[in-house]
């Protein structure tokens, strides 16, 4: 470049004409840039959309093309400010004769700038690395429960006032592996309480445990597995007065067995007859909180229906027909599981 300057001013360039000369090949090299980098950006972001569950678009509006020429006049004059300020205020005799020497300031200023657009890439690539790894931990982990061939919908209508009867009938339903209804959505924290005392609990304990309204064969359908102890089941009858807790719930309430423990829920005594394995509810950030279950078909209102992979669309059609039947005129609206989770 330094010697560009002197041929051109040796053959009568004014520095006038260099410095809208090299403004003017900067911000060419800059819209190309634009253009390339909106180009990359429509094409990938139905990839990305895909990926992240988003529905951003790509709108040119005033806004869009206002920021755009922004961003072009301010990077391309500023690529460009260099050659065209400094450069051609060279003397042409001394270029021309290779007397113009570099200082180790510009040397530096020129292989920082240069370090530094890699050190950048670098960073950008590793987060790129980071994110991917983020998300495919976030898909792949075991979250404690099954969210897979799992859909959930809330029981309204005589689905609600005739809830055992509608839940037996999709049991024996071809297709359905297993159901039942809970108080909760698996998905954050919906109801918690600090209604839970236990022998041995200090006076002041303040500690806020999850509570799951629970229906028969919840653990089934959701493939929540036992530690120790058993679930609800009607063949023992009396299981309202009975409550099952998570491993989280036992090592804070400091119970070393806890299986035929009294403990009072909201005042009302009742035994633990099961220990259930930690599972994930909420953002993978949060530790697993203390939780517990308790039998209460009334307000379990959340139908949750494990299915056979191997046919899905023919059972959910099945589903349909039977809750427009406990549901005449109601619209049937069902979620899968994993999806609110991807969520």
Same mark, same amino acid.
């Given at each position: 470049?330094?010697?560009? +300057?002197?041929?051109?001013?040796?053959?009568?360039?004014?520095?006038?004409?260099?410095?809208?000369? /090299?403004?003017?090949?900067?911000?060419? &090299?800059?819209?190309?840039?634009?253009?390339?980098?909106?180009?990359?950006?429509? !094409?990938?972001?139905?990839? =990305?959309?895909? &990926?992240? *569950?988003?529905?951003?678009? !790509?709108?040119? *509006?005033?806004?869009?093309? !206002?920021?755009?020429?922004? &961003?072009?006049? =301010?990077?391309? !004059?500023?690529?460009?400010? /260099?050659?065209?300020?400094?450069?051609?205020?060279? *003397?042409?005799?001394?270029?021309?004769?290779?007397? &113009?020497?570099?200082?180790?300031?510009?040397?530096?200023?020129?292989?920082?700038? +240069?370090?530094?657009?890699?050190?950048?890439?670098?960073?950008?690539?590793?987060?790129?690395?980071?994110?991917?790894?983020?998300?495919?931990?976030?898909?792949?982990?075991?979250?404690? /429960?099954?969210? *897979?061939?799992?859909?959930? =919908?809330e029981s309204e209508g005589q689905v609600e006032e005739k809830k055992d009867i509608f839940l037996e009938q999709l049991r024996h339903m071809p297709g359905v592996v297993a159901a039942s209804s809970v108080g909760h959505s698996f998905i954050g924290r919906n109801n918690n309480t600090y209604g839970l005392d236990w022998p041995g609990k200090e006076e002041g304990t303040l500690i806020l445990f999850e509570n799951f309204a629970t229906n028969y064969d919840l653990f089934k359908t959701m493939g929540i597995e036992m530690e120790e102890g058993r679930e609800f089941s009607r063949e023992f009858g009396a299981d309202t007065s009975k409550i099952i807790l998570n491993e989280s719930a036992v090592k804070i309430m400091h119970l070393e067995h806890p299986l035929g423990t009294v403990i009072k829920q909201w005042g009302k005594d009742k035994e633990i007859i099961g220990v259930v394995k930690d599972f994930h509810f909420q953002s993978l950030h949060e530790t697993i909180k203390p939780a517990f279950f308790w039998l209460t078909p009334d307000n379990a209102w959340n139908i949750m229906v494990r299915l056979d992979k191997d046919k899905v669309p023919g059972t959910l059609k099945s589903i349909e027909s039977l809750y427009n039947q406990f549901n005449p005129g109601f619209i049937f609206e069902y979620k899968f599981q994993d999806e609110d989770y991807a969520n």
């Amino acid at each position: 470049r330094a010697h560009e +300057v002197g041929v051109r001013k040796a053959i009568g360039a004014e520095r006038k004409s260099l410095i809208g000369q /090299y403004l003017s090949e900067s911000l060419g &090299i800059t819209l190309i840039a634009l253009l390339l980098a909106w180009a990359l950006a429509w !094409l990938a972001l139905p990839v =990305f959309n895909s &990926i992240t *569950d988003k529905h951003m678009s !790509l709108t040119i *509006d005033e806004r869009t093309v !206002l920021g755009s020429l922004g &961003i072009l006049l =301010f990077t391309g !004059l500023l690529s460009g400010s /260099y050659p065209a300020l400094y450069l051609s205020s060279f *003397d042409p005799v001394k270029v021309l004769k290779g007397k &113009i020497k570099s200082s180790w300031g510009e040397v530096i200023a020129r292989k920082g700038l +240069v370090i530094f657009q890699f050190v950048l890439s670098i960073i950008l690539i590793i987060g790129v690395l980071i994110v991917r790894n983020q998300i495919e931990f976030v898909q792949s982990k075991n979250l404690g /429960y099954n969210k *897979d061939q799992l859909i959930h =919908f809330e029981s309204e209508g005589q689905v609600e006032e005739k809830k055992d009867i509608f839940l037996e009938q999709l049991r024996h339903m071809p297709g359905v592996v297993a159901a039942s209804s809970v108080g909760h959505s698996f998905i954050g924290r919906n109801n918690n309480t600090y209604g839970l005392d236990w022998p041995g609990k200090e006076e002041g304990t303040l500690i806020l445990f999850e509570n799951f309204a629970t229906n028969y064969d919840l653990f089934k359908t959701m493939g929540i597995e036992m530690e120790e102890g058993r679930e609800f089941s009607r063949e023992f009858g009396a299981d309202t007065s009975k409550i099952i807790l998570n491993e989280s719930a036992v090592k804070i309430m400091h119970l070393e067995h806890p299986l035929g423990t009294v403990i009072k829920q909201w005042g009302k005594d009742k035994e633990i007859i099961g220990v259930v394995k930690d599972f994930h509810f909420q953002s993978l950030h949060e530790t697993i909180k203390p939780a517990f279950f308790w039998l209460t078909p009334d307000n379990a209102w959340n139908i949750m229906v494990r299915l056979d992979k191997d046919k899905v669309p023919g059972t959910l059609k099945s589903i349909e027909s039977l809750y427009n039947q406990f549901n005449p005129g109601f619209i049937f609206e069902y979620k899968f599981q994993d999806e609110d989770y991807a969520n």
